[in-house]
């Protein structure tokens, strides 16, 4: 099965900060990486597909990059909106993998 | 308006069964490929199964195959899961999604399976 390790668990942000999220696959998953985004109490939200794709509606902020096995998630100008859990998810392969998550909040 | 509406959650003994249905709506059903994905409380998400718009693919987590079926039924619109030998550890939201992993960019709302003594 193909590892996802996400970091960082944790990460606080002042307003308009930009801020990364990691996630390393254990093996090469070809850019079959997506991020969400989970509120409190919701369901989560497509963020990125294909590693940079940007889904329609988000907000041009936000922006994924990597190849390979490393992959990241920036959030360009931190928004009080932008307060919640985030996780990575490899489609390379099944059984499909999640990251174990970033707990994103306002400083 | 895409729409996913889960049912069939609640409170069921370890060993027990129970069937989960995801009602879709807003889209052509039969075009997509159905997804179920889980969150235990307070915990993060796992992925637990995937069918394909004909049913002619099929793939389970190791933590729920031989227990769980995914199925579905184009005419009716409906997603489900069968789960059987339920154990403390299956207590999640489960949640429905549309599309080709990894790019779920429908989700339900969750229905909860909460499986106790």
Known sequence: ?107 | EVQLVESGGGLVQPGRSLKLSCLASGFTFSNYGMNWIRQAPGKGLEWVASISSSSSYIYYADTVKGRFTISRDNAKNTLYLQMTSLRSEDTALYYCARSIPPRFAYWGQGTLVTVSS
């Open chain 1, 1 to 107: 099965d193909i590892q996802m390790t996400q970091s960082p668990a944790s990460l606080s942000a002042s307003l308009g900060e930009t801020i990364s999220i990691e996630c390393r696959a254990s093996e090469d998953i070809y850019s079959n990486l997506a991020w969400y985004q989970q509120k409190s109490g919701k369901s989560p939200q497509l963020l990125i597909y294909a590693a940079n794709r940007l889904q329609d509606g988000v907000p041009s902020r936000f922006s994924g990059s990597g190849s390979g096995t490393q992959y990241s998630l920036k959030i360009s100008g931190m928004q009080p909106e932008d307060e919640g859990d985030y996780f990575c998810l490899q489609g390379s392969k099944f059984p499909l993998t999640f990251g174990s998550g970033t707990k994103l909040e306002i400083k």
